[in-house]
């Protein structure tokens, strides 16, 4: 015989995956209404894509790949990764703009 507990519980996983879902449509339709906005900074068209991508990253992450209730190790590779990643990113847009360090003479 099956527990009406366990049915319960159940139905609240399915809701709380199906929020996420929905709220990964919206980010992504945000995204895409983003991109068709007349924003005449690129920089900023760009941010504000980027933002949504980390918060939709972040309800992957924490949801799908169960981060949100995983100890505390987990959360600190989890900063140290985006650290470095934010790290890299920044030295390859460095890397891009023209510096007078880069042509001192």
């Given at each position: 015989?099956?527990?009406?507990?366990?049915?319960?519980?159940?139905?609240k996983?399915?809701?709380?995956?199906?929020?996420?879902?929905?709220a990964?449509?919206?980010?992504?339709?945000?995204?895409?209404?983003a991109?068709?906005?007349?924003?005449?900074?690129?920089?900023?068209?760009?941010?504000i894509?980027?933002?949504?991508?980390?918060?939709?990253?972040?309800?992957?992450?924490?949801?799908?790949?169960?981060?949100?209730?995983e100890?505390?190790?987990?959360?600190?590779?989890?900063?140290?990764?985006?650290?470095?990643?934010?790290?890299?990113?920044?030295?390859?847009?460095?890397?891009?703009?023209?510096?007078?360090?880069?042509?001192?003479?």
């Open positions: 015989m099956s527990d009406p507990h366990d049915a319960a519980e159940f139905q996983h399915v809701k709380k995956y199906l929020f996420v879902f929905y990964l449509i919206v980010g992504t339709v945000a995204t895409v209404a991109s068709w906005a007349h924003i005449d900074s690129v920089a900023l068209t760009v941010t894509a980027l933002f949504i991508a980390c918060v939709k990253g972040f309800l992957v992450a924490g949801y799908f790949m169960h981060l949100m209730s100890k505390k190790m987990i959360y600190g590779i989890l900063i140290a990764t985006a650290f470095f990643f934010a790290g890299l990113m920044y030295l390859t847009v460095l890397s891009m703009q023209p510096s007078s360090l880069i042509h001192m003479k």
